[in-house]
Structures are given as structure tokens and as C-alpha cells.
């Protein structure tokens, strides 16, 4: 069907001035949180109130110089938590920006692309099965179409729209209405095609009258990050308890009710792990920008869980492991084959002709851009209707009339929908069927070409109708060239590849062939799914209707797979819901698939599928890390904050030394933790289960080892420091000493892992090493400093040697460069 022919629809200029009149075609403004929102937030956190109330503490009743050390410590804290804050709030709107919808307008005569964001009331806009209505207005050329109206009805029937006359634009939306061919924004097209000329947009549009918004990308808080929040909160609760407790044995004990207020003070701040909420926030929107930048958009957060456990990616052929670039490499017709390597061919030959009518005039089909690159000089002229492609009839048919007044019914489809169409002797058949098995096994596309002429349009469902059969059109669309080293790391990954596609049998074991995918169990088709089961060994599936993706689906979950899967048609959203890992084509993808899909693939290719999956290894691995980490160090910090208290002994920590640790642990989860390129080493391992908890007993058991390890270290080194008749506060400061490179050791030993790309947290972690012993060595030198932190001289060989054992303790710990991270255990891949 020509929808394009004979309209310019508006020009550039015109646009422009309508768009600055009129303003942007937006229905609801995805919702961001503002640096005043993010600053609020942050002063809320349950650390930075026992900060601010031990600043406040110091200012009322203690040290003034030690009161605004701590403010000014608080607040550098609350800089450093607002900048990574800020951080993902950008990561997300980019991904926003990424996830804006499009349409297809016709300005300035040319068909293009643009922002739906960008239309104007007088646009053209190209509408077809499968996408969103982006604006008001008026069908005025095309198919009848079928639009679900629901979101402003109510009503699950779909309504159908004929094309009006354009000029009815002028009486208003009411006699498009009434002529039922007024569109309107967010409903969606379910079936046809057509052009529709905007008549309102954005806010003036009925669905922005109402009140409704369009599906945005919104970042809601996931499983993870709602139980950690919990996890916080129930801490949070514990830790008050302790400082009440705390607070009332040493002032009762000790006669000091001031120190006893810093003492529950500091061990409050010491067990509460604010740090999780930060490093969750943190992790989810800087993995979902570095996926976006490996052309995979994330739609919901909490597929990253999911995404690096995948055991099993299903992928379409055409444009995911192919170049969606086809040739027209041969025709066959009359018994003879003939080799075109898509040179041009005389529009005198009857194939190609039949074939060219039985493709749209203003192509966006490669297939039927290839037979319009192999045939020019046809005269361009409209259908008299169009029959699109339907699960049970493989076909596309479109009607013409003839100069001499008859009816010409030109269909081209899948060979054996055509051949069961035309009357042929059986010897015929039986050599076009050869002949289809033959090209199809050298990874050609295959396509039949049959016509039928009437003296009158017989106005008939055109599979209904006798064809005689012209001949037959052979593709090809190259592997791409990046596919079979990508489906190799893959699969040393653990991850298994299956070939879901509606082509030829012979074409689809061809092209598994070639990009390395397992071909030994053969091929199943869809007509054989009609009547048994998937089978879970099979790798290949051919001739698979849309709706039967979702029975494979769940066939291999059933059989214990993670299932991540590709798809782009109306008909499989479904299946994309039902995947463990949805997977829309960014490029080629309808709105349906898009809204139904966790992920959109911007670029539709298989490599970016594989490399998405080692990048969300990468995070959850990262994640983990860091989450062990931060338990790791707060176990040493709380039991040096209570052990004293419980034993009688001088306090060795002060809130001032809780805040210089805060302000060394946050960039350490930060940058260090979520910088790590680990996922070549983990695409080498089997992905984990999905069962497996991101942070459950055996990481809670690793930390506990690494903290419990550390604290006993540090408090026989204290205990024996001032048991051996040592000053309490060069004790303290060899104490914090030891801490602090404990801290740093953990860090630079896991930040080792991954060798080939950890080039950026190293750099972050000496400038990070480098500070803390600047900061170290003027606190323990310089009066002033060590004055507020209760620090006393100490000599080098002591400081050396406290920076030696907490070395050597946190590194002899922590998890080995380049090792699997501990935790995930090894998964036999199903195959």
C-alpha cells in the first residue's frame, strides 16, 4: 500500500515555528528528584543525625575546635553522598532520553524520524500494528485499522478506524469521530497501517485532558533495595537501643555522663551500615547507564538481578544474528534458477514484477527494499487493498486493478503457504519443493510468488482463492560478523543459544550453523508444536508462529532454565513477559514488545544481548562485593566501639573517627566497588542460580570472617598497647592506624579482580590511599589535629608497624585477585 505517495506533509520551517508556538507533544514529565530533594533526603539519613547530634554535643558542652570538626566532617559527608547522588540521577536521565518513543512523520516530502516529543498539530504521522498513537488526529489514508482503546474506554475490544478525508481536519475531532477515524494519543494499533494527521498534542490531547501518562521509564525501587532499606531501618532501631544502653552504663559506671553520651553516640553510628541504600542507589542507576552504553536499555532495575544468572538466550535470526540486509541473490521460475547477486533486472521479467506488486510501494521491509533494488521502472500506483501476513496464512496479498478493468491478486509469501495455494501438477510441486530445500540449505531466505487474475474482484479472503504459481525469490542477509565469537564467550560462559524463527527449516540449521549455535538435535518446527511438546535438548526451532514463543518459553523454565529472550512483533509481548529477561529490538521493535520487554536492544544485535549478560554479572558481582565489604569493615568499628565499654577500658573511638572512616568507606563503595570490569573473568564461569541470594549466609559468613578477624587483631594490638603500659592516646592512634589499612588492604585486593579493565579503581584507590595517609600522618603529627582526635605522638616504627599488621591482616583476608568471587557457587549449565 502506498501511504506516501502524493503528500509533502509539512515543511521544516513550519514545523519548527509550530512546535515553538504550540510547545513539545509531551503528556506527563518523567518525574526526577531535584539536588533540593536529594539534599533533604540525604540530611535525613540516620547517619548524619547521630553526626549532627554529637556535633551538636561538642558545640553545647564539650571542645568547640572538636564541635566543628565534626560539622564540618558532616557535612563533607553529605557533599560526598548529594555528588553520587547527583551522579545517578544524571545516568538516569540519560537512560530517560534513551527511552523517549519516536514516529515516523513525512516533512518536506521525505519520510523521517523523529522525536514523538517534536510533533505538531498538521504532521503526517506513519501508524502502524503495533505502536502507540503519539498525538490526536485524523486516519486520513491506509488500512482500516483495529486501535485498542482501553486506556481511555475501559472497553478490551479493539475499535476500527477508516481513513477520512484529509480536509475533515478543519471541522474538528467531532466528525472524525463521527466518520470513525479520529486517532488518539496512547491508544495502540493492532492490527494495519495508515498515515494520521496530527490535530492536537501533548496536554491538548484527550488522553492529557484526563490526566493520564504515557508508560515512561521510572526507576522503582526493587526487591533488593525494599529489604535492605528494611534491614537498615530494623539496625537503625537496634543501634538506639545500644546507644540508650550504653549511654546510661558509663555515665552510672563512670560518673560521666557527657563521655557516656559520645560513647552511645559512637557506637550508634558504629552499627548502622548506611552505606547499603547509597551503594544500592548507586550500583542500579550506574549499571543501567553502562549497559545503555553497551546498547542495552534497561526498563526496570530489577532485571539486573536477573540478568547475569541467565542460563539460556533465545534469539531471532533476521537482524539479531544477521545484518537485516538482504540481497536478492537468485530466482527460480519455469523449472531454470538464475543468479542475480542483486544486479538489476528488466522490468519486462514476470517473477520479478509479480513479485514487485506483492510488495508495499514505499517499502520498510528489507525484503521488499531487495526486490525494489532489483527491479526499477515500475510505475508507481496504489493497491486497491492490502492483506498483511496472519498466523495461519504466511502470506502478504495485495489487490490491483488493471488497465483492461480485471483484478490482479499479487501474493508472495512463505513457499509452502504459496505452493498450497496454486493449482500445479504434482511433478511441478514436487521440483519447487527440491528446489526450496536446496537454496534454504545454503542459508538463503526462500519466498514463492503466485498471482491470480478476475474479471470482477471476487471480494474474498485471498486464501480462499486458486493462484497459479509464478515462481520462486531467494535471499541472502550475511551472519553478522561479530556473532560467533560472541555465542562462544557465551557459552564458556554457561549460557546456551537457541534459534527461535518463523524462516525455512534448511535456512534457520544454516544459519545456527554458521554462528556456532548447537545444531546435532536437529530442528522443530511450528507445525510440529501444534501437536508434542517442546523438547528441552533442541536448540533450533523453525517456522514459529509468534504466538508459539511463549509455549518455548516456558518449556525450558520448566526445565530449569533462565530463559532470556528477543523479540519484536505485537504477538510477542507475551512471550517477552513471561521471559526471565525480556529483550525488545530497539531498532525494528514495536511499542508493544518495547512496553513488554525488561530490556530494549538499541542496536538489535546478538553480541550486545552477550555482552549485557557479562555486564550484569559484572554488577551483581560488584554489588556483592561491595556489600561485603562494607559489613567487613563495620564489625571491627562496632566491636573496638564496645569492647571498651563492656571491659572497663579507655574508649578508643570518638565520633571524629567515625566520620573520617565515613569518609573514606562511601568512595570506597562508590568508585572503587562499582569501577571493577570484572566480567571477562566472569563470562569463563558458570552463571550462579537465581536462587542464590545477593547477600545471604555465606557473604553474611565471609564478612563476619573478615570483621571478626580484623577486630581480634586490633583489640589484642590495643589491649597489649595499653596493658604494656603505653599512652591511651598513641594507643588510639596506632589503633585507628591499623583500622584504616585494614580498610584500604580489603579494597586494593579487591579491586585486583579483573585484570583487564580495573585500570580506573586502582587510580581512585591510590589517590584515596594517598589521603588517608595524609590525613593520618597530620593527625598524629600536627598538635591540632591530634588534639581533636584525641591522638598522642606516636614513633614511626610504631606507626609502620600498625600500618604493616592492618595490611597484612585485611589483605591476607579478602578474596583473591582474579578468583571467583566468593559466594557464587558454580552452576552445571543445562544444556
Known sequence: MDLTASVAGLNSAEAEARLSQFGPNILAVARRRSPWTIVVETVREPMLLLLAAAAGLYLLFGDLAEGLFMTAGACLSVLISIAQQVRSERALAALRRLAEPRAEVIRDGRKRTIPAAELVSGDLVLVSEGGRIPADGMLVSGDALEVDESILTG???????????????????????????????????????????VTATGQATRVGRIGCELSVLQEEPTRLQ????????????????????????????????????????????????????????????????????????????????????????????????????????????????????GAPVDCREPLLRMARLASATHPNDPIDAAIHAAMSGLGERAPLRSFPLRPDFLAFVQVWGQDDASILYAAKGAPETILALCDMAEGERRQAEATVQRLASNGLRILGV?????????????????????????????LRGDVPAAFEEARAGGVTIALITGDYPATALHAARAAGIDVSAGVQTGPELSSTAVRPEMRVFARIAPEQKLAIIRAFQASGQIVAMTGDGVNDAPALAAADVGLAMGQRGTDVAREAADLILLDDRAASIVDGIGLGRRIFANLRAALIYIVAVHVPVAGLALLPLVLGLPMIF???HLVLLELLIDPL????????????????????????????????????????????????????????????????????????????ALAWRAASVGRGGASFPRKV???????????????????????????EPTSLSLAAGAVGLGSLTGFWLAPAAGGRVRGVRPTLPHR
Open 765 to 791: 584507590l591510590l589517590a584515596l590511599s594517598a589521603g588517608a595517609g595524609l590525613v593520618l600522618a597530620v593527625a598524629g603529627l600536627v598538635p591540632g589535629p591530634a588534639g581533636i582526635l584525641h591522638f
Open 226 to 341: 525494599r529489604d535492605i532499606a528494611r534491614l537498615v531501618q530494623r539496625i537503625g532501631a537496634l543501634a538506639v537501643i545500644f546507644c540508650v544502653a550504653a549511654a546510661l552504663s558509663y555515665g552510672l559506671l563512670r560518673g560521666d555522663w557527657f563521655g557516656g553520651m559520645l560513647a552511645g553516640l559512637t557506637l550508634a553510628i558504629a552499627l548502622v551500615p548506611v552505606e547499603f541504600p547509597m551503594v544500592f542507589l548507586v550500583f542500579l542507576a550506574l549499571g543501567a547507564w553502562r549497559l545503555a552504553k553497551r546498547n542495552v536499555l534497561v526498563r526496570r532495575s530489577a532485571v539486573i538481578e536477573t540478568l547475569g544468572a541467565t542460563t539460556l538466550l533465545c534469539v531471532d535470526k533476521t537482524g539479531t544474528i544477521t545484518e537485516n540486509r538482504m540481497r536478492l541473490h537468485s530466482i527460480w521460475r519455469e523449472g531454470a534458477g538464475h543468479r542475480l547477486d
Open 669 to 744: 563503595c562508590a568508585l572503587v566497588f562499582e569501577g571493577r570490569a570484572s566480567e571477562r573473568e566472569l563470562m569463563r564461569q558458570p552463571p550462579r542460580r537465581i536462587a542464590e541470594p545477593l547477600f545471604g549466609s555465606a557473604q553474611l559468613g565471609q564478612a563476619a570472617v573478615q570483621g571478626l578477624t580484623v577486630l581480634a587483631v586490633l583489640f589484642v594490638f590495643y589491649f597489649l598497647l595499653v596493658g604494656g603500659g603505653g599512652a591511651v592516646g598513641e594507643a588510639r592512634f596506632a589503633t585507628f592506624t591499623a583500622l584504616v589499612s585494614s580498610h584500604l
Open 450 to 478: 503466485a498471482s491470480a487474475r478476475f474479471g470482477a474482484d471476487p471480494e474474498s479472503d485471498p486464501g480462499s482463492l486458486r493462484y497459479r504459481f509464478e515462481g520462486l525469490l531467494a535471499f541472502e542477509d550475511p
Open 155 to 197: 472497553e478490551a475490544a479493539a475499535n476500527t478506524k477508516v481513513p477520512a478525508d484529509p480536509g475533515a481536519e478543519a471541522s474538528g475531532g467531532a466528525l472524525g469521530e463521527a466518520l470513525g477515524s479520529a486517532l488518539y494519543a496512547s491508544t495502540m494499533v493492532i492490527r494495519g497501517q495508515g498515515v494520521e494527521q
Open 654 to 656: 570518638y565520633p571524629a
